[in-house]
């Protein structure tokens, strides 16, 4: 079975990294370091994207390839500074949503549920995402976030 290069999210550093050991890459065999890659690079705005900044699109440079049809990353950032609301609610699980559904076209998962919830106090809030990847072979996967904002 394949299995991807973990990706490492250190907190204190607001970053994601490899790791190593022995000399070698360490790898996972579940989809945690796919679903990071996902989540949290920045995909580019549409036309229709409300931003506070007009000229700041985000995205990965490959995606202004023509004709090449996928995008990669999320949305996300377009909700980092919003009040929580049903409406953010929403909208962050829809961006969820839309940056994992190239697992369902590509057959790595039959389907993949979102849940995305508001904790904290008021004032305080932030927001936290439960990702059940119901994979094509092998079973389930769920991947939490307990906050969205920290692990970007």
């Known amino acids: ?3 991807d290069i973990l990706l490492q999210f ?3 550093f607001l970053e994601g990294d490899i790791e190593y050991l022995n000399g070698d890459l360490v790898r996972e065999p579940g989809l945690k370091t796919a679903v990071m890659i996902s989540l949290f690079t920045d995909r580019r705005a549409g036309a229709n994207d409300v931003l506070d900044n007009p000229n700041d699109k985000r995205g990965w440079w490959g995606d202004l390839i023509p004709d090449s049809g996928d995008r990669i990353g999320s949305k996300l950032w377009q909700h980092e500074r919003s009040k929580v609301t049903q409406e953010t609610i929403l909208g962050v699980k829809k961006a969820i949503e839309e940056c994992l559904k ?3 076209e590509d057959r790595v998962a039959k389907k ?3 849940t995305v919830e508001k904790f904290g106090d008021v004032g305080n809030y932030r ?3 439960t990702i059940k ?3 094509s072979i092998n079973g389930e996967e769920e991947i939490k976030f ?3 904002w ?3």
Do not use: F, R, S
């Open 1 to 3: 079975m394949a299995q």
């Open 127 to 129: 927001l936290g995402a």
């Open 112 to 114: 993949i549920e979102v």
């Open 102 to 104: 190239w697992m369902v």
């Open 10 to 12: 250190e907190k204190d």
């Open 133 to 135: 990847i119901y994979k």
């Open 150 to 152: 920290e692990a970007t």
């Open 146 to 148: 307990d906050d969205l």
